[in-house]
């Protein structure tokens, strides 16, 4: 009996506790960010949009041979020796046309591992996290600056370079062959171009 | 009120249809106020904001839109339900909740009918709205609905005994059933309230009335007829659209009349507080909403403290604690009368 009385208090006695709880918090100011019109300000090293600053791509693939998911599509033609394309802002100096630079970023998982791999800090993380598309081929981003004029002309150089060099480095070796019919084809060592930092390596489409 | 509009329409079945009609002007901005109301108390209360955005200032008009949403739904019926009696469900259960505020005096002006057993009536006509829920819960022929209603009945019928037995005491000390005539007895000043007499017993039976009248009406902690988590939405699982709107409606309805009842017969209805001042049947409209509204704020800040009870607890607070006590005090305000 005594029990019966004692639970009625406490539970009257409990109910206006957590109604004291309750209207407490009817005044404590509500912790809800107004997402669109209040945002929270981003940790420093945050990881959302990437974005390539073409003036200081070297076209040298490392961000390609980073990504884990292969979300960044790169293609690069060779300058030609009479080419000046100027050096970057860490002071590179750029020896590829780059026609092709694009990033799937509807596949990119934002590891950040194409950041710290890019020789002259052109590839970054940004602050941008709102880029939502209605058509997800959207969001294939092109970075890259050349007009397809440019890139066909390039192209076209390139190739016509290429033939020249194949052509004279024939003539060079049969030149050589007649002159030293057993030597070494040392001409070939030095026709290699030491403008390419590195190849592309075959890519699994 | 009723005699000035006979004569100024001269018509006395339009002046009947206008009486009626008054309640449900106050109802259904009141429902679609306190919808809103509910979700800014309930988000306030856990640090949220609550709706934001519809309307413009604290999303005032988030309800109206979803009234407007719930219009053009589609009103689905299952394959296998008793098509008449689910479609008649939600109609009962409104017009049970409805029929209580025919009796309501809303100030000492209007009434919507001045019967001399107007709180017998109430009790007696809020009970058809079990009758709507075990309609609901069987045509929808789902198990979940059908759970739903065989609680709400078990539970509304066993809180209808405490509610009964509290506001007989106060019966008691008026000696009528009439409720304009209580409200005239507590004319004054606040402590001419009938809660503030006989103490304790009233105030015990304002408590056994606040606590029984929150299970009548399914809400929180009594809210074991719809536990969402339980039962999906028990015995409307299977409602949508304006069917769903009305149940939505009946239990707001319902929330208004318990506290206009319990504000009528503990707090005075449509009395000032101060007396003379302030008083008159407008500011008489005035108090008495002041004070239901006081009440149903009471109920959601109870909503949103307190969890659900279980089935058992729930008999156990009905039979074991509030009947007995709520005779406790029959009794004690008897011999205090009689005295």
Redesign the interface.
């Known amino acids: 009996m005594k029990q019966?009385f004692k639970d009625?208090f406490k539970s009257?006695w409990t109910?206006f506790v957590?109604?004291k709880?309750?209207?407490r918090?009817?005044?404590?100011?509500?912790?809800?960010i107004?997402y669109p019109d209040v945002k929270l300000k981003l940790p420093e090293r945050a990881r959302n949009r990437l974005y390539v600053n073409m003036d200081d791509c070297i076209g040298c693939f490392q961000c390609d041979l980073a990504c884990p998911v292969d979300c960044i599509y790169i293609e690069t033609v060779k300058a030609l020796p009479t080419d000046d394309l100027g050096i970057t802002s860490t002071g590179h100096k750029k020896r590829l046309w780059v026609p092709k630079f694009d990033i799937d970023i509807a596949k990119c998982c934002y590891c950040g591992l194409c950041v710290p791999v890019c020789p002259t800090e052109c590839i970054v993380m940004t602050d941008v996290y709102e880029f939502s598309e209605f058509n997800r081929h959207h969001l294939i981003y092109n970075y890259a600056t050349l007009t397809p004029a440019e890139i066909a002309d390039i192209k076209a150089k390139a190739a016509a370079y290429e033939k020249e060099q194949a052509a004279k480095k024939a003539a060079a070796s049969a030149q050589a062959k007649a002159a030293q019919p057993a030597g070494t084809p040392a001409a070939e060592t030095t026709a290699k171009t030491e403008t390419t930092p590195s190849t592309p390596p075959p890519r699994s489409a | 009120m009723e005699q000035l509009l006979k004569t100024i329409f001269e018509n006395d079945l339009f002046v009947y249809v206008l009486m009626a009609v008054v309640p449900l002007m106050w109802v259904l901005p009141y429902a679609l106020f306190a919808v809103w109301l509910e979700r800014k108390?309930s988000?306030?209360?856990?640090?949220?904001?609550g709706p934001?955005r519809t309307g413009g200032w604290h999303g005032w008009a988030q309800t109206i839109a979803d009234i407007l949403k719930l219009i053009q739904k589609e009103d689905i019926v299952p394959k296998a339900a008793d098509r008449k009696l689910h479609f008649l469900a939600p109609f009962v259960v409104f017009i049970g909740s409805y029929a209580a505020f025919a009796a309501i005096p809303f100030s000492s002006a209007y009434i919507g009918s001045n019967i001399n057993i107007g709180l017998f009536y109430i009790i007696a006509v809020s009970s058809l709205v079990v009758v709507g829920i075990l309609m609901a819960g069987w045509s929808s022929n789902n198990k979940w609905s059908l759970l739903g209603a065989m609680r709400s009945a078990a539970q509304i019928v066993s809180y209808e005994i405490p509610t009964a037995l509290a506001l007989l005491s106060i019966v008691m000390i008026a000696g009528t059933l009439d409720l304009q005539e209580i409200n005239h007895m507590q004319t004054g000043w606040f402590w001419n309230w009938y809660l503030f007499k006989k103490f304790p017993f009233v105030f015990i039976a304002f408590?056994i009335y606040s606590v029984a009248s929150l299970a009548e009406t399914n809400r929180t902690p009594f809210d074991i007829p719809e536990a969402e988590s339980e039962l999906v939405a028990g015995y409307h699982t299977e409602y949508s659209g304006m069917k769903f709107a009305l149940f939505f409606l009946a239990e707001y309805a319902n929330m208004f009349a318990v506290s206009a009842i319990g504000a009528t017969l503990f707090l005075g209805g449509w009395n000032s507080p101060f007396g003379n001042f302030m008083s008159g049947p407008l500011w008489g409209v005035f108090w008495f909403l002041s004070k239901g509204m006081f009440f149903v704020f009471v109920q959601m800040?109870?909503r949103?403290?307190?969890p659900r009870l279980r089935v058992d607890q729930l008999m156990y607070v009905s039979w074991?604690?509030l009947t007995p006590w709520a005779f406790a005090c029959i009794l004690g305000v008897g011999f205090w009368t009689m005295l």
């Open positions: 019966y009625i009257i109910i957590g109604m709880v309750t209207f918090h009817l005044f404590i100011p509500a912790v809800t107004q | 108390v988000a306030h209360m856990q640090d949220r904001l934001m408590v800040w109870l949103w403290t307190l074991k604690v």
